[in-house]
């Protein structure tokens, strides 16, 4: 019982601070552990195999929508960085500058892409002549590096890993849905697989990307009620194909700047993952992005046929990622360490259980414990994962709703940003100085300009003159 | 017909011009493009989608020995790849050097990661304290970057895509028995995916890893006689444990040094593959690692009923991976790009083929035709690639035996290595001076010392002294 107690106690509340707790969430569910490398870690096993369920389902989705992959340089040169003007200013403070190449100094310094447009523009100006060559619906997955100062394991490091996706369209009509296709590949994914609702909406343009006519974005709000952006898609116009040179001759016979798109998603969502979901024993993971879903936990494992029992129910559950804990700790030990690493379901099995044809399944979410027949095994175990699934879901979109709040006038719009965590609605105007005064007044900013939602006023919440748009506000990881 | 000659024609012969050929398929086959990172590439989508398949089959088959995925930083501060004296020797000259993070300069300049031993050591550090914690058996999938001189597509460039395993164990015996697991299963995957056979042996201190105690490596044979070194693994024994202080302690409770290792294979592999079954109409693949393994070409496919027919068969070939090529171009074009592309196996419909409920399967790697009833696609289908899967393989083990010679004299050993291209097998003392004659009189290196093969006499090729093993000897990649 003492290294039972010894794992749990190690947890900091996320009551008494949310962000030691989930520091202490990374590490316990040894997700991660830190390096000699300033600002980056080690994903391990256990984080990487999340990610791995991660990419394999968005990837499947990306390629259901005709996406290809491809993989291009981690290097950029100096002089292509800069060819975009908003592009460059964006990232050149945040760069990794490589100036030397085996013994010799470079003639040009690289940098460690910080993100690909410049690369696949220069790409795409060799593939891209005629109106046949369109569109390419292209998509890397790599590693990408932003000399952050404060980093957090998943939310922000100095290397990350993600998915970034590249388009190149004849028509800005096309590049503008392919836009919000893959917004909306990203939400669906959000929601169904992790569990998490999100928000979609536009980016101002103070929160844009650098280079973009249009950021579009899904945001999601965390237990503690700091929203986190979760995934971004950008329209381009034409504005990099005009930086880069890329034309192309048209079915009339025209040369025309082609127009482009670009979206990402990151290791950053596992951070979503535990922010949303997890709670003082540890982690939770939805049951469609846990590598183990079931934790068979034999109890009396010396007794004759009990190891035997588990490893039969293992074989009869081949159909979900299932282990046994046959390990030499006690079973309190082990319900525990289940708890902490977010497993789903676990089963209890043992001598009186067999001898009763039954076994205990405990859900990791609501801690509830159901007695089922062995007989039923398969068919339980499979409702009960997708009952978890779909109620994790319910249970983040409650939270949201209930950390939703609407404001009409400032004093109310301060007041809820500084006392109650969560969104908050309020229209704006459309100025930067409003955005920056609300920054200033509560370190919140603009999350989105959602797609759905009703206009509140028709004054802006900040300076009273006429409102252009319902925004979603919030503090932000 | 003059787009279709133009196609075919692009191909230099590989009997006129080895290399050449190799690059005019790289690019017309559309695997990469160069770009404006010197000796860095892009891998286009049908060059990546044979590396997916590549890494799904040998991640499953490492799973299958519980190898566990991992992420570790991209980056390597100087002094800890400075801790181990042979390893920083062998990658210090051909690294890339980040020495600004930001707007500032860094303190410590970081390489980019040429492998992961000395970041794997670090970790492990902190993982490994006792026997229970043993052993760790990771792998990452990621890019390297050497800061190469000269490169080709594939198989030099300064950054390739690859796995590294890096293992830790708690005795020499379980370290050697990894070492020579992965071996074989890297040589299991080139044999049964990639039907490239290989001869798997021990390097010699001379041609093995900067820091291992061994190195066992696959050595393959290309078409133009050269070796293509296709995997290795090494093992370490307790050097590396030793410069970075890794200790556990044992059952009986003593401090002992772990044993590590570390195996790697690379999108080399992609050169391979062409470079064993490629031909003068393209690439050939086997169909285990062919993004599409069936082109259904239509014939007048304006006539009624043609196009639908050929969507029908596509849904009924629904277990492969099978495109129907229904673009504007004439059949003959669609052959040869078909061709080019290295499809296994491509089907010809037309009308009057639907009239007969017949249709023609083409063999990519024989040329051969074969007409089927309609009734039996799905069965005559998958019995082909099997086939084809088989005998390329076949095809790859005879041209390599043809091309493998045996020399007991200098004179015949430098005669063979001057005029005829493939392995030479000799007997060698041991002494790297024998190996530094041969290079100088022949540019070939010692490829290996083979697991199997027997002795052809009792003194060194070279030298005449005493022989201590057999070793294939090669013109190498």
Redesign the interface.
């Known amino acids: 019982m003492s290294d039972n107690k010894k794992l749990v106690e190690a947890i900091t509340s996320m009551e008494e601070d949310f962000a030691q707790w989930y520091t202490d969430v990374v590490i316990k569910a040894e997700l991660i552990?830190y390096?000699?490398?300033k600002g980056?870690?080690?994903?391990?096993?256990a984080g990487?195999?999340i990610?791995?369920l991660i990419q394999r389902q968005l990837d499947d989705r990306f390629k259901e929508t005709g996406v290809?992959?491809?993989?291009?340089?981690?290097?950029?040169?100096e002089s292509?960085l800069q060819k975009e003007k908003d592009h460059v200013e964006g990232f050149a403070?945040?760069?990794?500058?490589?100036?030397?190449?085996?013994?010799e100094p470079l003639q040009e310094?690289?940098c460690?892409r910080p993100t690909s447009e410049t690369?696949f523009c220069?790409?795409y100006k060799?593939?891209v002549h005629s109106y046949r060559d369109l569109p390419k619906v292209?998509n890397q997955w790599?590693?990408v590096?932003r000399?952050e100062?404060t980093t957090r394991p998943f939310l922000r490091s100095?290397?990350f890993?993600w998915q970034e996706g590249h388009t190149i369209h004849a028509t800005a009509e096309e590049a503008e849905e392919r836009t919000l296709q893959m917004l909306n590949v990203y939400a669906d994914f959000c929601e169904n697989v992790l569990a998490i609702p999100v928000i979609k909406g536009r980016k101002t343009d103070k929160e844009k990307f650098a280079g973009a006519i249009a950021t579009y974005t899904i945001e999601a709000l965390m237990h503690d009620g700091k929203a986190l952006q979760s995934g971004t898609s950008h329209n381009f116009g034409d504005g990099f194909a005009k930086a880069f040179d890329i034309q192309y001759t048209s079915k009339d016979n025209k040369l025309e700047y082609a127009h482009q798109t670009s979206w990402g998603m990151t290791t950053r969502l596992i951070g979503a993952i535990i922010m949303v979901h997890g709670d003082n024993s540890g982690l939770v993971l939805p049951p469609r992005v846990a590598p183990i879903q079931v934790n068979i936990i034999p109890i009396a494992q010396n007794k004759p046929g009990v190891l035997e029992k588990a490893a039969e129910l293992k074989e009869r559950l081949s159909n979900f990622r299932v282990k046994v804990d046959d390990s030499d700790k006690s079973p309190g030990w082990k319900f525990s360490e289940s708890e902490m690493r977010g497993i789903p379901v676990r089963i209890e099995i043992g001598p009186r259980d067999i001898e009763n044809n039954k076994c205990i399944l405990v859900r990791r979410d609501t801690s509830e414990k159901i007695e089922i027949s062995l007989d039923e095994l398969e068919s339980k175990v499979a409702e009960l994962l997708d009952t978890i699934q779909k109620e994790m879901l319910e249970r983040a979109r409650a939270h949201r709703e209930a950390h939703t709040y609407d404001a009409t006038t400032y004093e109310e719009f301060v007041d809820i940003l500084n006392n109650k965590p969560g969104f908050v609605r309020a229209m704006w105007c459309g100025d930067v100085e409003c955005e920056n005064k609300i920054k200033e007044d509560t370190t919140a900013t603009s999350r989105c300009m959602p797609f759905e939602g009703k206009n509140l006023s028709d004054k802006c919440v900040c300076c009273g003159k006429p409102a252009k748009a319902l925004v979603y506000w919030g503090k932000a990881y």
Not at 93 to 103: N, R, Y
């Open positions: 552990d390096t000699s490398v980056c870690m080690v994903i391990k096993p990487y195999a990610w791995e290809e992959n491809v993989y291009l340089p981690m290097f950029i040169p292509l403070p945040e760069v990794a500058w490589v100036t030397q190449g085996g013994l310094k690289l460690v690369l220069d790409f060799n593939e292209y790599c590693s590096v000399w100062k100095r290397e890993l």
